[in-house]
């Protein structure tokens, strides 16, 4: 059964960067799984992709050498289970808020003994190159666990999350955490007041020897918070991608003086 590098280089305090896949779109899939990326997350929170075309996706993605990841919808046992099942090599589960959330994630990503995960499908072991008896028998070591810190609560119990046997890496959504840090009057944080959460963020990841990433937009940012510590970075997304670039074709054309704002990731 191959390894799963991602995973292993976290482990060892690389930094790994990859990208989101929103469009449930199969040749930009094998496409982006061919750019050089080490993973690639398929988003099935906020993008209207089925389990059939989620299946498809991981398949390609597993089979050019790249690391196809889920963010699950909820990080709910059934939820969990599907993704794995379909092929998946890691689980990103979002608003991670309580260590009772964090668990229920880990139980639902590993066989027993250690977890609750139950035995079935075939995908699965297809994406490792591995037989299904390998697959059964390795896979606790081999599948990636990100949790997502995304609100205040979660800060304030993150030391005790990110400590949990199992998590192998965190992954902050600063759209989300803003959204979740507004005052009762609606008023978003300040870029300082956000800028604090996050660092706060990942001296907890320092703290407890867990690697932390978040989602950016250039690759200087890239560069940034890799330079501060952070180690699981998401850059754009392949829409974003595609977007930025038909926008900048168009502006400079004079076909259009404003770019509006069609996707934030």
Not at 25 to 34: E, G, H, I, P
Not at 176 to 183: G, I, R
Request: aromatic share 6%.
């Amino acid at each position: 059964m191959k390894k799963n590098p991602v995973k292993a280089a976290l482990s060892e305090g690389k930094p790994q960067v990859g990208t989101w896949l929103s469009s449930g779109d199969v040749m930009m899939t094998r496409l982006m799984a061919r750019v050089g990326f080490p993973w690639l997350t398929v988003d099935m929170e906020h993008s209207p992709i089925d389990w059939s075309q989620a299946a498809l996706l991981f398949g390609g993605i597993a089979d050019a050498g790249c690391v196809p990841l889920c963010r699950v919808p909820l990080g709910k046992y059934e939820l969990i289970k599907r993704a794995l099942d379909a092929g998946a090599h890691g689980i990103v589960a979002p608003m991670i808020n309580t260590v009772e959330q964090a668990k229920e994630v880990i139980d639902a990503v590993k066989y027993p003994p250690i977890g609750n995960r139950s035995v079935g499908g075939v995908l699965h072991a297809m994406n490792f190159d591995a037989t299904a008896g390998d697959y059964y028998k390795y896979a606790n070591d081999e599948i990636l666990v990100v949790l997502q810190t995304e609100s205040p609560e979660g800060v304030e119990n993150a030391e005790e999350i990110y400590s949990l046997e199992g998590v192998d890496a965190i992954f902050v959504g600063p759209n989300d955490l803003t959204f979740q840090m507004s005052k009762a009057t609606g008023v978003h944080p300040s870029p300082d007041e956000l800028e604090a959460m996050l660092q706060r963020i990942l001296e907890t990841g320092k703290k407890t020897g867990t690697p932390v990433g978040l989602h950016v937009q250039t690759v200087e940012a890239v560069e940034q918070r890799i330079a501060e510590g952070w180690r699981f970075i998401a850059c754009g997304s392949e829409v974003k991608f595609m977007v930025n670039e038909a926008q900048r074709i168009v502006t400079g054309l004079n076909l259009k003086s404003d770019t509006a704002d069609l996707a934030r990731y």
